[in-house]
């Protein structure tokens, strides 16, 4: 079943429905200044940071679903209504909700009164401009009232949720004319506040929540608006809302168009006030006459579509799949900038406040968005390098707005530094930069602890050279990529963090999936080094990465594929011979990426293994079978019921790790059913059964074993999304850049026909023409490069050259 269609020529996703089987979200926003906002007008925005700049509040988990977001309620006679819906239900003459990229626009009509709402922000400021046009479609005059609504967080979002006794006193506003600005705690020890302003002269204002909704009553039913007049209140503590009333008259087929601006505004200490208690209220002044007419929005509004389309435009396909070109070119791309943007922080599922950046994660998002926007790639690096312990170790996260690593979930997971190489290593392929390595980047930002870049990488290398445990693998300190297989952990008592409780690291508990990472990374370090002339620290990587392979297979092979970890007694976890969870997903996708078993002929038997005992019509599920009791040795993976999350869920991110796998042996056509289980374009129609968007890859979804088999969890913020675009673009289309220049090896499903691509690389624009005669999967019998045929499949980087005419001919 569907709630709605992609219409691809708009870049957008037009829900029909508004009742979405869970609220369906996009976001907003470029730089520093975002929103979420649902199908239903739910949703929030923050500054920067989620947690402690957030402008408007949100009430995560709560019944009914989706509140609060910012809300225009019309009141047409009896009947109240809102464009999106939400919150106050009333059924609708007709409803659309458009998802574009940065932008949503939502259309509906009741009583031949259409309304038109567009939300946006600009590419350079800090603001939300919503356009709401209003038009009479019937033969007789209107008159009728619109009230909008937004409710004011009190800044910090976690403070702002608990800390009653405090904050039901703090709430202040100041209004002027059709502005309301919000101003708490600005009197101390902030130098910034909000505001929400709409273009017109008002009828009438609130800032007060209580005044405005009554008491016992919610945003479904407010009371001013039932009566028709807002109360003109001014907050003083409690709760401080925005809210504006516009009376209007509309002739038959007349329009009019309003423009509200939900902005943000920092002033210099020195500069805080207009008069003694009056903020200085220039630069919201400025910022509103820059956005006063609708003229004003339609030029913020095309320059947002230039963004993004001549962002998007850096890798482009044409195949026979439409599927895959609406993916490819629009919605995984764009998931991969949103994701850059929050990293695991702000979404329908993380509430921005329990977690920051990630270290691991925003390593593996830069491999989906550098080709986008490799400049501030580059700056990402640099922040996520900071937090860098000087042993190699790192943080597992840290903060946006202060970018300092914290340990809200502790450290020690020991994948974290070599994700650190692998996000470096994609970014030099990708522009060539080698100086990069040679920037000077601190250690746990201590400016006095500054080393070059290329230090930080080969203390990540030797963190796992120096931390072995008795089989030579790697010692798999909190967990690895795996949060929940905490090895070392042995909490029996609820409440106890998993990530925290117990000690950080054992002599013992090693991890499979780190070693393959170790022998992926530690030949792209050895590159690295060479590139800079370092001959000898390539050799000595070389040689800790064929010892590494060495003990893969020694050691972590257990007959029919390869072993998952050991834990803290010596014993096999992911074995054959274990009672449950006797294979894994991780380490036979990544051994195998990694080069591993494959010329002994083990990693074909790995991934055959994992087609017959963890494939689904859903996707790969990350272990089998699942654990039926909680196992102390093993940690959070067992405290989950089957089938869900860790314990034998299908988790997306990983399923892409098969896929790239499965094109090391050639299989294309295996490679491709795994891209389409999980690929949204190709779930649309189960859109009850998957119930998340069905334009965005979501973390997880339930496993075979779980009573909702196909059911997804956690959508948007997830590195699924990085990996699954590096899997069809570098992989399966095979347009993967290298040091030397870009390689083209596509692997592709037999029948999948002739296919182009147009890919930007390092300044220039290689239009890239796919032929495959002979329907092989995999193999390219010639190249040619403007129409001269060059050796071998990669075409050597020419400075200075601005377009690449590349026709491959397959076989």
């Not at 458009?98 to 932008?103: E, S």
């Not at 608006?225 to 001014?234: D, F, L, M, P, Y």
């Not at 074995?575 to 894994?584: D, L, M, N, R, V």
Request: glycine share 8%.
């Amino acid at each position: 079943m569907k709630f709605g269609y992609y219409d691809d020529k708009h870049r957008e996703y037009v829900i029909t429905a508004p009742a979405t089987p869970l609220p369906w979200i996009n976001y907003l926003g470029c730089n520093d200044f975002f929103s979420l906002i649902s199908n239903t007008c739910g949703g929030y925005t923050f500054y920067k940071d989620a947690k402690l700049l957030r402008l408007t509040r949100y009430r995560y988990n709560n019944v009914p679903w989706d509140v609060n977001g910012k809300y225009f309620y019309i009141k047409d006679g009896s009947v109240i209504w809102n464009p999106g819906w939400q919150p106050s239900k009333t059924e609708l003459d007709f409803y659309e909700c458009r998802h574009g990229l940065g932008y949503s626009r939502f259309l509906a009509s009741k009583k031949g009164l259409r309304a038109d709402v567009l939300t946006f922000i600009p590419v350079k400021d800090n603001c939300e401009l919503t356009r709401l046009t209003l038009t009479n479609n019937t033969a007789c005059p209107k008159t009728f009232s619109v009230f909008s609504y937004v409710e004011w967080c009190l800044w910090n979002a976690d403070d702002d949720m608990k800390n009653f006794q405090r904050n039901l006193s703090i709430g202040e506003v100041e209004t002027a004319g059709s502005v309301i600005f919000h101003k708490t705690e600005y009197r101390e020890r902030r130098d910034h506040y909000a505001f929400y302003s709409v273009n017109t002269d008002i009828a009438g204002f609130d800032t007060s929540r209580d005044a405005f909704l009554g008491p016992y009553r919610g945003a479904d039913c407010p009371e001013a608006v039932e009566q028709g007049a807002c109360t003109n209140s001014i907050a003083s503590g409690w709760s401080p809302i925005a809210s504006h009333q516009i009376n209007l008259t509309l002739d038959p087929g007349e329009s009019k168009t309003f423009l509200f601006v939900l902005g943000y505004v920092e002033n210099p200490p020195q500069d805080k006030w207009e008069s003694p208690g009056v903020i200085n209220k220039k630069p919201a002044y400025a910022l509103l006459e820059k956005y006063a007419s609708e003229r004003d929005a339609e030029k913020a509004f095309d320059e947002l579509c230039l963004y993004w389309r001549t962002l998007l435009d850096s890798y482009q396909v044409h195949t026979q799949d439409e599927k895959v070109n609406r993916m490819v070119n629009i919605w995984n791309q764009y998931q991969c900038m949103v994701t850059f943007n929050m990293s695991r922080s702000a979404s329908y599922y993380e509430s921005g406040i329990g977690r920051g950046m990630g270290f691991r994660d925003s390593c593996q998002d830069l491999l989906g968005f550098v080709h986008l926007i490799p400049d501030r790639a580059r700056q990402r690096i640099i922040d996520i390098a900071s937090t860098q312990f000087e042993d190699g170790s790192a943080y597992h996260q840290y903060q946006p707005l202060t970018k300092q690593g914290n340990s809200d979930i502790g450290s020690g997971f020991n994948d974290d530094p070599l994700w650190l190489i692998a996000g470096v290593g994609a970014y030099v392929r990708e522009t060539g930069d080698l100086s990069i390595l040679s920037e000077p980047v601190p250690f746990d930002h201590d400016p006095a602890k500054a080393a070059p870049l290329l230090e930080h990488l080969k203390r990540s290398f030797d963190y796992i050279v120096n931390h072995k445990g008795p089989h030579g693998l790697p010692l798999i300190g909190r967990a690895d990529w795996n949060d929940c297989l905490n090895l070392n952990c042995f909490s029996e008592h609820p409440g106890e963090s998993f990530q925290t409780f117990g000690p950080s690291e054992g002599p013992v508990a090693e991890s499979v999936f780190i070693a393959g990472m170790f022998v992926k990374y530690g030949e792209e370090y050895a590159k690295l080094a060479a590139l800079l002339g370092d001959d000898k620290e390539a050799q000595y990587a070389r040689s800790q990465v064929k010892e590494m392979y060495d003990a893969v297979l020694k050691s972590g092979w257990d007959g029919q594929w390869f072993l998952r970890a050991y834990d803290a007694m010596g014993n096999k976890v992911g074995s054959a011979k274990c009672e449950e969870g006797q294979i894994y997903i991780e380490p036979q996708g990544f051994c195998v990426l990694a080069g591993i078993g494959v010329k002994e002929g083990l990693a074909q038997k790995a991934l055959d293994s994992v087609k017959n005992r963890l494939d689904t019509d859903y996707g790969i599920m990350i272990l089998q079978p699942p654990y039926t009791r909680y196992h102390l040795e093993l940690g959070e993976i067992s405290s989950y019921p089957p089938g869900y999350k860790e314990n034998a869920g299908i988790f997306c991110h990983n399923n892409p790790w098969v896929s790239i796998a499965e094109t090391v042996l050639g299989r294309g056509s295996r490679a491709f059913e795994i891209y389409k289980k999980t690929c949204p374009a190709y779930v649309e129609e189960i859109s009850e059964v998957h119930r998340t968007e069905p334009y965005v890859y979501a973390q997880m979804i339930a496993g075979k074993d779980a009573p909702r088999h196909g059911e997804a969890k956690n959508s948007w913020l997830t590195g699924t999304a990085a990996w699954t675009f590096v899997n069809i673009s570098q992989y399966i289309l095979g347009i993967y850049p290298t040091y030397e220049g870009l390689q083209i090896a596509p692997c592709v499903p037999e029948h999948f026909g002739d296919f182009q691509v147009t890919r930007k690389f390092r300044g220039a624009s290689y239009h890239i023409q796919v032929k495959n005669p002979q329907n092989v999967q995999k193999g390219v019998a010639k190249l040619l490069v403007d129409g001269k045929e060059i050796p071998g499949n990669v075409i050597p980087w020419q400075d200075g050259k601005k377009q690449v005419q590349v026709e491959v001919i397959m076989g």
